[in-house]
């Protein structure tokens, strides 16, 4: 189970950086996907990188203002996700991909979600 980190409360304009970590995966192993659920809204996949050699994907939506980045050493995968609109408010989780991705991206993830962390965009 992957648990993310790191979301808060902040102001339109404004920066978070969420991490992703396990305690009991070595996530180079996977690609790993950052997801979002609204409120009253599905759950929707936003960002994926996959392990090396390492490239990123991201929905329309995000590109430019969210990156996607991972330190294996630290077996941590984290989204910078700067300019946040209220339209970002929403609970972030990550998870791994599914065996049948073959580590590519996007991901189907796989395994139970964790508990998420909230991001609220708000003044």
């Known amino acids: 189970q992957l648990q993310a980190s790191g979301g808060g409360l902040v102001q339109p304009g404004g920066s978070l950086r969420l991490s992703c970590a396990s305690s009991?995966?070595?996530?180079?192993?996977?690609?790993v996907g950052w997801f979002r659920q609204a409120p009253g809204k599905g759950r929707e996949g936003i960002s994926c990188i996959t392990g090396r050699p390492m490239s990123t994907h991201y929905i329309d939506s995000v590109k430019g203002r969210f990156t996607i980045s991972r330190d294996d050493a630290k077996n941590t995968v984290y989204l910078q996700i700067d300019s946040l609109k209220p339209e970002d408010t929403a609970v972030y989780h990550c998870a791994r991909d599914s065996p049948l991705d073959n580590g590519a991206c996007p991901i189907s993830p796989f395994g139970s979600w964790g508990q998420g962390t909230l991001v609220t965009v708000s003044s």
């Open positions: 009991d995966l070595n996530l180079y192993s996977y690609a």
